[in-house]
Each structure stands twice: as C-alpha cells, then as structure tokens.
C-alpha cells in the first residue's frame, strides 16, 4: 500500500500553529517555566481558542454539541 502524502497533513499544521502563536514569540529561562506554560497553551487551545475546521467554536463546545446531537 503507498502512503498517502496528507497522513501527516494535520500533526503538521498543528506544529506550526503552536511554533509560530506559542514558541517563537516567547522566551522561556527554564524549563519549569516551559511546561507550566505549555500546559496552559495547550489547555487554551483545547478548551478556548476557536477553530475553523470545528465551524469557528472550540473543540470543547464542539464536542458538547456533538453529544446534544447523539442523545
């Protein structure tokens, strides 16, 4: 089976969005302070920070609307 060009498509576009909003206009002095605010990044961008692909709501919302509809 070949493999397809696109398998990497989208862990590739979320590397860049967390390179170019969270690593590059950031500097860190250790790397305590690297995870406490990668943690916080990454929880923001699970729960707050709104996506096109999900209809322009956050995959929270998105899921929350997702089981009203299955119920």
Same mark, same amino acid.
């Given at each position: 089976?070949?493999?397809?060009?696109?398998?990497?498509?989208?862990?590739?576009?979320? @590397?860049?969005?967390?390179?170019?909003? &969270?690593?590059?206009?950031?500097?860190?002095?250790? !790397?305590?302070?690297?995870?406490? +605010? @990668?943690?916080?990044?990454?929880?923001? &961008?699970?729960?707050?920070?709104?996506?096109?692909? !999900?209809?322009?709501?956050?995959? +929270?919302?998105?899921?929350?609307?997702?089981?009203?509809?299955?119920?």
């Amino acid at each position: 089976m070949k493999a397809c060009s696109y398998d990497n498509a989208v862990a590739e576009a979320t @590397f860049k969005i967390i390179k170019t909003e &969270f690593v590059y206009p950031t500097t860190f002095d250790s !790397l305590d302070q690297i995870t406490i +605010e @990668f943690c916080d990044y990454v929880n923001w &961008f699970n729960k707050i920070r709104i996506h096109g692909t !999900l209809g322009y709501v956050s995959p +929270e919302e998105y899921k929350q609307s997702f089981f009203k509809k299955a119920i």
